[in-house]
């Protein structure tokens, strides 16, 4: 008598233990989203990827159409290796451009993907060949720089000039 | 001559040090033996598995609803102190994110882990230091009944079978508790609160390895306090100590295996 009381109390406890597991995976986590079914693989050669890591969402229109599956450096050519997995559903055109993006100004960085206009698509191990990797921030903000400087000398030569003469 | 005692006093203390550096490690290789025997030993708690069964009831069942109260709070708090932060950054929103991250990695683990010391490790420690105490230990190896089969190993698996159970229902119940005060109360918006949280809550790197921290606390939580009350003197008194011991020594060390295991699954 006593034990099934017990049996009782203890499995409804390890039925709400695994209800609270499966609600952690699939209310919280991203089982969900994260499964791509049947996908291929691309790679891409980018310049500099950024922050851009594994398992980042690949985007096309904004839609994730696949996940980073891997980076790797090239020591040839002193360029990222990026393999990325696009989902079976999705065919993209040979000529697709690969882009490094920011999601939001501090966000976590993602592939975009532009969709070109060739009929051939992209297969399986296939290389993406138009490519351009993430704005490096440092980069962008030395250019703005050198520009205004060069700027405000051509404009500043004449004025100085003249008062000292 | 001052020389001479403050010399022996150095001395002194040096050796105290000592003895107690090697006291420490004695109670170590006795609790490392106990570990091992409770595993070779523990085939008796899976044959006749209502004696687990019963363990499982007083320290799984009889925990939920401080786990539940605790979690359902330290949701709520997360989710209000986040908010207060966030909202200077313009990103509310990521409120679901950082109650889910921190509930699912660190706090559910760790404190259901520090709960789970104080609300049934001090009962086992004294349960069996009193077993002990009026040798109901020695009664049963006197009838050829090994009592580390009987009373140790059962309470050893009820702990490593519930505490992780009690670690996801504390992670959820503060997501749960978290929602509560973002949603209805702050008033971010629902879809955003679950949306960004799924993004960004991995199942694999996240939700796995909080279950990870939560077997390892568990088989070091659970032993600890099967040690203390064994090896506790059989008096009134040893008793209390070893159960003050098992608090104590419980929560410093879940709280150094944490951050040895983060450490460890941080690697990229």
């Known amino acids: 008598m006593e034990r099934t009381k017990i049996d ?4 409804i406890f390890v039925a709400l233990g695994v209800a609270a597991l499966l609600g952690l995976a ?47 450096f090239d020591s040839k050519t002193y360029e990222a290796i990026v393999n990325i ?9 040979k000529d697709t451009f690969a882009n490094i993006y920011t999601a939001g100004l501090l ?27 993430a704005v490096v921030l440092e980069k962008m903000i030395s250019k703005f720089l050198f520009n205004k400087a060069s700027e405000s000398e051509s404009n500043s030569e004449p004025a100085t ?5 | 001559m001052i020389k001479s005692n403050l010399l022996n006093s150095i001395t002194r203390l040096l050796i ?50 401080i786990i539940i109260v605790s979690a359902f709070f330290v949701g709520m708090v997360l989710a209000l102190q986040g908010y207060n932060t966030l909202q200077k950054y313009g990103s509310s929103e990521a409120i679901g994110v950082l109650v889910a991250l921190s509930l699912v990695r660190e706090l559910g683990p760790v404190v259901t882990a520090l709960l789970f010391a104080g609300r049934a490790g001090t009962a086992i420690t004294a349960e069996i230091g009193l077993m002990k105490t009026t040798e109901q230990l020695s009664a049963m190896e006197m009838m050829a009944v090994n009592p580390i089969a009987r009373v140790v190993a059962p309470r050893f698996w009820a702990g490593v079978i519930s ?36 993004a960004n809550v991995d199942v694999r790197a996240d939700i796995v390895n909080g279950v990870i ?56």
């Open chain 1, 8 to 11: 009782l109390w203890v499995g």
């Open chain 1, 26 to 72: 699939m209310k919280v986590g991203n089982l969900t989203s994260n499964n791509l079914g049947k996908t291929y693989s691309v790679s891409a050669a980018f310049e500099n990827v950024g922050g851009l890591k594994p398992n980042a969402p690949v985007k096309s229109a904004g839609v994730v159409v696949g996940r980073v599956a891997d980076i790797k």
């Open chain 1, 85 to 93: 997995n696009i989902d079976q559903r999705y065919a993209f055109p």
């Open chain 1, 107 to 133: 966000g976590e960085q993602y592939v975009g993907l532009e969709a070109g206009g060739e009929d051939d698509s992209l297969k399986n191990g296939d290389k993406i060949t138009q490519t351009q990797g």
């Open chain 1, 161 to 165: 000039a003249t008062p000292e003469n």
């Open chain 2, 16 to 65: 105290g040090v000592g003895h107690r550096m090697i006291a420490r490690v004695w109670r170590l290789g006795a609790g490392a033996r106990l570990f091992f025997l409770t595993i070779i030993y523990s085939g008796e708690s899976f044959r006749r598995f209502h004696l687990t069964l019963r363990e499982i009831y007083f320290t799984g069942v009889m925990s939920l609803l």
């Open chain 2, 163 to 198: 505490m992780p159970i009690l670690a996801a229902l504390f992670s959820m119940v503060g997501v749960l508790g978290g929602y509560l005060v973002a949603v209805p109360l702050i008033g971010v918006d629902s879809g955003a609160f679950w949306s960004q949280m799924q």
């Open chain 2, 213 to 268: 921290k939560s077997v390892v606390f568990a088989v070091a939580c659970t032993m600890i306090a099967l040690f203390e009350g064994f090896d506790a003197p059989p008096t009134a008194e040893g008793v209390s100590h070893a159960t003050t011991r098992t608090v104590v020594i419980s929560s410093l060390t879940v709280l150094g295996l944490d951050f040895v295991l983060t450490s460890f699954m941080m690697v990229v």
